[in-house]
């Protein structure tokens, strides 16, 4: 099949202004709103322990269901993202793409004020919506993050995105745990505000992106349905992933990674308040101290992997991963140990704290790094389409995922299922080996030279 020829005009990878680079990551900032409060902290806590609360059957059913309206939400994203990648690279329109993403989001999010206990159903529907929306708008900024900079600087660029993302989630979410308080049923009338305040923070924060951040390239004359011109590319794109070998390979190893991160950001709170039994103030005291580590590992990292390749930091943080997964799952049996051994008095959720240190520096620089190889291995004028892949592996990750954590704790509970993801990791960490860095950015230099761009300038 011939190549679409893609949009004429488009800007060389030369360094951004600072202002743009800074109104890109605010997006980051502003949308770990949602994640945090919604997904990872509290509105997950509060739909299995309160609005579903099945506390008898240790929440089975809820966590379950939870898992449900994440995985369906992914798949959503999984169908239609790399189709909206191809008609924006061919229509230059992501930051309309980005900005409809963006309103489905903040009005979706607020509507949850409504969900109140028995309010099952509405709560799986908002969440399936604005879990969607919130993932294509993932995939479409990051779709800019090729045109910020050259190779050497996207992993700062990129781990600076992800550090400014979780400074705004200690603003949003530490405001919120102190505001609203606990995720209970006798506090209910507080915490279901969560909803509309996480929206109004999105809402607001995230202005700076469409003012600052450039839309590059010019459309390509309409006369063609979105429909065609969309199949045409990614088709066009399939064939051609053989040029791409190691591009190829890397969203393999991506599709397992991610795949333990979204059970992580689904249930780690939830297995806080199931498995460790941990109390208020140590659950914000934990917030706090995964924020600060995963804006150190992504920060810290983003430097570290321009200087010793992107490829080999990434499977440093899988590592990690690894260490934290059997430090999450081994907590209360360790915290028992020590106090015989030792004649201490801890409770499982203080150890909990130190295990969480390592999990938020494994969160942080993983997906700075993740987000950072894919850069590197796009032609300019296919980066939104690739990048419409790489979110297609982070969510088909995602379905599998947390569907798979969702059937195994509903068998053997929560504690036991939780070493699913680093069994995820370890896979991830051998199939990265195959990847060769060097070979795939000269696959993305190849093919732009093929299509009438100048690699020396764009690299």
């Known amino acids: 099949m011939s190549v679409v020829p893609a949009a004429a005009g488009q800007i060389l990878r030369q360094r951004a202004s600072r202002k743009e680079i800074f109104g890109w990551a605010m997006f980051d900032f502003a949308n770990q709103a949602f994640t945090l409060l919604i997904i990872t902290v509290v509105f997950g806590e509060l739909f299995t322990t309160v609005i579903v609360g099945d506390r008898g059957d240790d929440y089975r059913l809820a966590n379950l269901l939870w898992s449900l309206a994440l995985a369906v939400s992914y798949l959503l994203v999984v169908i239609t993202g790399p189709l909206c990648g ?92 102190v505001a609203l308080g606990e995720a209970t049923a006798e506090n209910f009338e507080r915490v279901r505000w969560v909803g509309p ?9 995230a202005i700076p992106t469409f003012l600052w951040v450039k839309e590059r390239g010019i459309p390509q004359p309409p006369g ?130 130190f295990v969480g240190c390592l999990a938020g520096l494994s969160l942080g620089s993983s997906q700075s790094a993740s987000r950072a190889l894919v850069g590197l291995f796009s032609p300019s004028r296919k980066a939104a389409e690739f990048f419409g892949f790489w979110g297609l592996a982070n969510k088909l990750a995602g379905v599998f995922g947390i569907i798979g954590l969702g059937l195994l704790q509903s068998v053997v509970g929560l504690q036991a299922s939780i070493l699913l993801c ?28 093929r299509n009438g761009h100048d690699p020396t300038e764009a690299r």
């Open 422 to 449: 680093a069994a995820l990791f370890i896979i991830a960490i051998l199939i990265c080996l195959v990847v060769n860095q060097s070979r795939g950015q000269q696959a993305a230099r190849d093919w732009e030279a």
């Open 197 to 205: 305040f996480a929206a109004a923070f999105f809402l607001i924060a």
């Open 224 to 353: 063609r349905s979105y429909r065609e011109i969309a199949w045409e590319r990614v088709s066009t794109t399939l064939h051609e992933l053989r040029h791409f070998r190691d591009l190829g390979i890397f969203l393999v190893s991506l599709l397992f990674s991610m795949a333990g991160v979204y059970i992580i950001i689904a249930f780690a709170f939830i297995y806080g308040a199931q498995v460790i039994g941990w109390d208020e103030s140590i659950r914000n005291l934990m917030f706090i101290i995964v924020q600060i580590t995963a804006a150190a590992g992504a920060l810290g990292f983003g430097f570290i992997q321009d200087r010793i390749g992107t490829k080999f930091t990434y499977q440093c943080t899988l590592v990690l991963w690894v260490a934290a997964i059997l430090a999450i799952w081994a907590t209360p049996e360790v915290t028992a140990f020590l106090n015989v051994r030792f004649d201490l008095g801890w409770e499982a959720q203080h150890l909990f704290l």
């Open 86 to 177: 191809a008609v924006m690279d061919y229509q230059a329109s992501k930051k309309r793409f980005l900005f409809v993403s963006y309103l489905a989001t903040v009005a979706t999010t607020a509507m949850l004020y409504f969900v109140a206990p028995g309010y099952v159903i509405l709560g799986l529907l908002l969440i399936v919506v604005s879990n969607y929306a919130y993932s294509m708008g993932e995939s479409f900024i990051a779709a800019f993050l090729p045109d910020l900079g050259p190779p050497e600087d996207l992993g700062k660029i990129s781990g600076f995105g992800w550090a400014l993302g979780y400074v705004g989630g200690l603003f949003a979410a530490g405001f919120t745990l």
